[in-house]
């Protein structure tokens, strides 16, 4: 069973915004069973809409289609798939205008006729009510094929995917497809590999395994199987798998599926009932940023400073002046005395803290673009260590954040 992404909207064929739609909706697919011929990007225009959906109907038995669907004279694809389709008439969709109506009362902003038009459909179309925007999806069928049409808001795509799925699920018969993921951090993709080479050569034939790397999550670890006769069979056998991979990378695994550094730092401080706050320079409140972005993390969550100059981390953390006119602030000791500084302004019971050179900018022959001093205070100490990462400042940033937080973690494991 294979299906076709077709994203329409010019903003991202220049580049305007990322397309993150065809990520999610590949993923959901697969869950159930269905492959990814192909997916397509192509801007505002009916015969490149039309081109594009006449050949994925030769290669997929699904298409889905994002973008196009708004208020506006630029967003046609409704108009396009009525006429592909067969159209009679546009018929106003009571459910969904209701919805129309509700938002724009909420948003107090004037029902207007082209939000009205919105609520407009092909009569060929099987409606899918839109509970977070206002343009509907619909769902077409044609030859024992189907084509759906979504909104591109990533929001309102995901909420609405979470009915096709069930659509999808009822209308072909998919193969049985199951996927474990675990969690590694601190491990190189290449040295890993090696470490667990005899483990995975092991694995029985219809379990495939995937290296997912990423700098901000380390190396994710994917087992998959496809075409199960008894799942609940294959999810013990997989379960069983990684219980082994787990006693020979130990401490570097965090976590599994959708589990992140932040969240597995935070059960940690959960079970110990303890607070942490964050002091950061060079990662500006992106360690925060990753750590709240977890539900529930006021449980375990004080609060940040960010210190981007020294004069802050002087005044508000206690850092010695002449430490870091001596040292410099990229040092050890600045580092550790931004942590401890934190720790005790807050009131916390652990802190980390970042300083460093991001670059592309800053750098010396001593201290080069990349250079960062992380730092974790606990009730019983200071550690630091000191890490020369890219020459990219995103890559530094959001390596800095992952390292900072798992140094936390590995030493809250250590206390254990």
């Not at 953390?317 to 000791?333: F, H, M, N, T, W």
């Not at 401890?340 to 022959?365: C, E, F, K, M």
């Not at 730092?375 to 020369?388: G, L, W």
Request: proline share 4%.
């Amino acid at each position: 069973m294979n299906a076709e992404i077709i994203t329409v909207g010019d903003e991202i064929l220049i580049g305007q915004i990322v397309d993150t739609n065809s990520a999610y909706i590949a993923e959901q697919l697969n869950l159930i069973g269905v492959g990814i011929y192909q997916k397509t990007s192509i801007s505002d225009n009916r015969e490149h809409i039309i081109e594009n959906i006449d050949r994925a109907f030769k290669t997929s038995d699904i298409i889905i289609v994002t973008g196009g669907l708004g208020p506006t004279s630029d967003d046609i694809t409704k108009q396009v798939l009525a006429e592909y389709f067969g159209a009679k008439r546009m018929k106003i969709h009571e459910p969904s205008l209701e919805i129309i109506k509700s938002l724009m009362a909420r948003l107090d902003i004037p029902l207007n006729e082209a939000n009205r038009r919105q609520a407009e459909l092909p009569d060929c179309c099987i409606p899918i009510l839109n509970k977070n925007g206002t343009a509907p999806a619909m769902w077409f069928e044609r030859s024992k094929k189907i084509l759906v049409s979504m909104p591109g808001v990533p929001f309102e795509m995901k909420a609405i995917m979470n009915d096709v799925i069930p659509m999808i699920s009822k209308y072909f018969k998919l193969n049985t497809v199951y996927h474990k993921t675990l969690l590694t951090y601190g491990i190189p993709e290449s040295i890993l590999a090696e470490q667990i080479k005899e483990w995975e050569n092991k694995l029985p034939e219809h379990l495939h395994l995937a290296y997912l790397p990423n700098p901000e999550s380390g190396v994710r670890l994917r087992l998959s199987a496809y075409n199960a006769n008894d799942k609940n069979l294959l999810i013990k056998e997989i379960d069983n798998h990684f219980d082994s991979l787990r006693k020979i990378l130990k401490t570097a695994v965090y976590g599994e599926n959708d589990d992140n550094l932040a969240s597995a730092t935070g059960e940690l401080l959960q079970q110990k009932n303890a607070m942490l706050a964050t002091a950061e320079s060079c990662t500006g409140g992106h360690i925060a940023n990753m750590i709240t972005a977890n539900a529930g993390s006021s449980k375990y969550f004080k609060g940040s400073v960010i210190a981007y100059s020294n004069d802050i981390k002087i005044k508000m953390l206690g850092v010695k002046a002449s430490d870091i006119e001596q040292y410099g602030a990229v040092s050890e000791q600045v580092a550790s005395q931004m942590a401890q500084g934190v720790r005790i302004a807050l009131n916390s019971d652990y802190a980390v803290a970042t300083s460093g050179i991001a670059g592309p900018d800053g750098g010396t022959a001593e201290k080069p673009v990349g250079t960062v001093w992380i730092a974790v205070a606990t009730p019983r100490k200071i550690i630091a260590q000191k890490y020369i990462l890219s020459k990219l400042r995103d890559v530094n940033i959001s390596r800095a954040s992952a390292i900072a937080l798992n140094m936390l973690r590995l030493e809250l494991i250590n206390e254990e």
